[in-house]
């Protein structure tokens, strides 16, 4: 990886990440572009996940998109081995990598190499069991008997993190704390981290548009072929599409679904804002209009620099 993959473009949702890269990639001509976002590795989904149209990734190599069916499960796991791959093979091609996405655990993963807990299916349907006839406030209690560190991290009636830590704890014999402080480290790494910043009412206008194009693109077809195939629980996480279900359920209006959308999606750049600003590595370019002219030549600095970081 350290060898293949150069730089990381990240930013919030609908910050103009893929723009950017495709235009810089289309410079050169031994880059290829690797997605971090767990959304856009699903089939089918290519309008609500804005990918990169067939025309783009014909015009540049693109990697890590469309690679599951949305009735599988996506895991952190699975992308690691998915990068991996995909990085060798960029490397064998005489090529660089640009990575590319929001995703933060993703993306650390991607440039930090975390060490990933494992996990069992098993495992995790019995537990979710137990919190269904106990209660999760049990399950956290127990959790705070097995490794207080995790507990205090997390709120006591969060299923889901409650659930994954215990599932770790068992499967692995190890304090699920003892696999989060990598979270909490930001040490030296070979790839360069260029972030794409926006004023955080011109970013809501963005998105805003971005929804909305996207309905008038098909959106909703989309949803009706996606439902049609029963869907993953982390397909189902996708922004939109929960949005775009309940109206086809008769359950709101078009419009109504359209809100929820944009402001669901509004609240999830706030999120991916304040976990990448946490990172001191990121070299962030503020943009006011078009990340394209704004942010080229920044980008063509760091990749002819060609390294990392040593903050830690």
């Not at 030296?188 to 971005?210: C, K, M, N």
């Not at 049609?228 to 279900?245: K, W």
Request: proline share 4%; aromatic share 6%; glycine share 8%.
């Amino acid at each position: 990886m350290t060898n293949t993959a150069r730089v990381a473009l990240i930013g919030a949702t609908a910050s103009g990440k893929s723009s950017l890269a495709l235009a810089f990639a289309s410079r050169h001509g031994d880059i290829e572009i690797v997605s971090v976002d767990s959304m856009q590795v699903y089939r089918g989904m290519d309008i609500g996940t804005a990918s990169p149209s067939r025309e783009e990734r014909a015009a540049v190599p693109h990697h890590l998109i469309d690679v599951c069916d949305p009735s599988e499960e996506f895991t952190v796991a699975r992308f690691r081995d998915l990068l991996d791959e995909a990085l060798l093979g960029i490397g064998r091609r005489g090529h660089r990598a640009l990575l590319v996405g929001g995703t933060g655990l993703y993306h650390r993963c991607a440039v930090d190499g975390l060490e990933l807990a494992g996990g069992d299916d098993a495992v995790r349907a019995r537990l979710e069991a137990e919190a269904i006839e106990f209660g999760v406030e049990e399950l956290h209690r127990r959790l705070a008997s097995l490794d207080p560190v995790a507990a205090d991290r997390m709120e006591p009636t969060n299923l889901r993190r409650v659930v994954r830590a215990l599932e770790v704890i068992e499967v692995t014999g190890r304090p699920f704390s003892s696999f989060g402080d990598g979270l909490d480290r930001y040490p030296p790494t070979p790839v360069a981290q260029i972030g794409l910043r926006w004023e955080r009412s011109a970013l809501a206008e963005r998105i805003e548009a971005r929804v909305h194009a996207m309905v008038n693109s098909g959106f909703v077809d989309e949803v009706i072929a996606l439902l049609d195939v029963s869907p993953s629980r982390t397909a189902m996480q996708a922004l939109g599409y929960a949005e775009i279900a309940a109206h086809l359920r008769g359950e709101c209006s078009l419009d109504e679904a359209i809100d929820a959308t944009v402001l669901h999606t509004r609240q999830f750049a706030v999120r991916q804002e304040r976990w990448f600003r946490r990172d001191p590595r990121i070299r962030w370019v503020d943009i006011t209009v078009d990340p394209i002219p704004e942010a080229m030549d920044v980008l063509e600095e760091v990749w002819d620099l060609g390294g990392g970081t040593d903050h830690t």
